[in-house]
């Protein structure tokens, strides 16, 4: 049975509003670029307008998957009637349609009212807008199929979660930051281990194509292990983690604590989710789950960068637009201003903004994940036949901080 409508008490915004700054934000990002336009993405738009959409895949040209690449070749009859930048920030607006219909999906597993208000309002959020608009980059589309997962998961369509998850990775590595919620959720629902094949199943399958055309195998298992190496001199590149701000106070010493913030993550992650087998968890209480996965992962691993919060951006307002209370929104912004102020720190306006978006996120991530370290007085007070008391365990791991208030029952 499908649950309730909700409906927040903060209200979704006017559509024309939202369009208005849609507008004004097209307006403004669209004449710019970064570097990594002239330095990847556009060379690699002329790579397969001078071989071919299909003769271009013969043989490597790019430090992506060719998922993404795929996509570009779609969209390179364009350059015909439009300039390179405006063709590749096109697919990246593109990618963003496709987050926002996800983030409906969302939405609707979850029960929520003005599904499409709110799917709106996802678009110009900045560090939304400011990954399509301005740098031209396509972590939306590896998003929105983490966001369809999650909504799988919603639903225990376990084939179709895993699924996702496979199409995810094939177009980012970033997409493992949700991993351990994933891991967590099959574990404690014990999903059978042969619908997990179908995450390298999907994988697989995206990659067919570039394997048909010639692409060597061996490129391709490699691809991100050649990523990870790229930047191996510096332990942040302007994420608003804890590293940032390392890296910020001692930038010679930081890189040698690679294995120190590896290990830290790891054990992040195994203690998240050995945590969530004992917690029982409504819908929105798993997609702040979700959420507090990426922000563990992003915010205790080396090497991140500024964009790589942009999932737990998307998770965590959904979370609030379900809860539907101002303390889950103040979350959801609290996450949204460290998540913007590092790409903008990126864009040049310098290593403090990071820095106030580390700390941002970083109380951030210590309030969605107190409950889970904070133990509660009453957590070894189980009541008759294994059943937790109210206040007890399911209370702290449910967000029942970030509820709404319940209404008290005439003559209790």
Partial sequence: ?????????????????????????????????TADMTAYLIPWLETIRERGMLSAFAQPFSNYMPSYLYLLALFSPLVSLLDPVSVIKLLSVAGTAALALAFHRLLAALGASERARWAMLLVVLPS???????L??????????????????????????????????AFKAQAVLVAPFFLALAIQRRVPLRLWLAAPAALLGMMLPALLAGWPPADLATVYFRQAGTFSNEIARNAPNIWSLVGAI????????FALALATALGAGAA???????????????????ALAVLLMTGLLPRMHERYFLLADVLILAFAVARGTRAAFLLAALVQLGSTAAILGYLGLGIPLVAAGALCMIAATWIAARPLIVPHANDNRDGPHGIPPPHGLRGQLSFDMLR???APVPGE
């Avoid at 001692?250 to 604590?257: G, K, T, Y």
């Fill in 250 to 257: 001692a930038p010679v010493e930081a890189p040698q604590l």
């Fill in 128 to 134: 939304v807008a400011l990954n399509a608009l301005l």
């Fill in 1 to 33: 049975m499908p649950p309730l409508p909700l409906r927040p008490q903060i209200p979704a915004p006017a559509a024309w509003l939202v369009a208005l700054v849609a507008a004004a934000q097209a307006w403004a990002f669209w004449p710019l670029f």
């Fill in 404 to 406: 709404p208030p319940v």
């Fill in 272 to 290: 998240y989710v050995a945590r969530m087998q004992a917690a029982r968890l409504d819908r929105a209480g798993l997609v702040g789950m979700a």
């Fill in 136 to 169: 031209g980059q396509c972590d939306a589309i590896y998003v929105a199929a983490c966001v369809m997962a999650v909504a799988a998961a919603l639903e225990r369509r376990h084939l179709a979660m895993f699924a996702w998850c496979g199409i995810a990775i």
